[in-house]
């Protein structure tokens, strides 16, 4: 059984950084992309960033594009999300999925249980 175990959040003040780890277990980590999403009080969770099996390819969402940074260590099973320049918006609970391959082509399987970063002005 696949598990995603989140660690990282907290509160920063505006301007801030922290870095989010995701721990997974269960199967192979290395054969899977893996992405971090975030879902803030009254929104829709939405995507953040992924990266591929290799960790040659990323993927951004606009929103944190050159101010977050997605990176896998495949030796130690562990995705990071190192957020850099955090404003008020980015306050959100978020969560580490893996997805069903190599890539990031099709929604994630499997979900961790997420890390509240909260952001103050």
């Known amino acids: 059984q696949v598990q995603l175990v989140e660690s990282g959040g907290g509160l920063v003040q505006a301007g801030g950084s922290l870095r989010l780890a995701c721990a997974a277990s269960?199967?192979?980590?290395?054969?899977?992309?893996m992405g971090w999403f975030r879902q803030a009080p009254g929104k829709e969770r939405e995507f953040v960033a992924a990266?591929?099996?290799?960790?040659?390819?990323?993927y951004y969402a606009d929103s944190v594009k050159g101010r977050f940074t997605i990176s896998r260590d495949n030796a130690k099973n562990t995705v990071y999300l190192q957020m850099n320049s955090l404003k008020p918006e980015d306050t959100a609970v978020y969560y580490c999925?893996?997805?069903?391959?190599?890539?990031?082509?099709?929604?994630?399987?499997?979900w961790g249980q997420g890390t509240q970063v909260t952001v103050s002005s």
């Open positions: 990266i591929k099996w290799s960790a040659i390819s990323t």
């Open positions: 999925a893996q997805y069903g391959s190599m890539y990031y082509t099709a929604p994630p399987d499997y």
């Open positions: 269960g199967r192979t980590f290395s054969s899977y992309a």
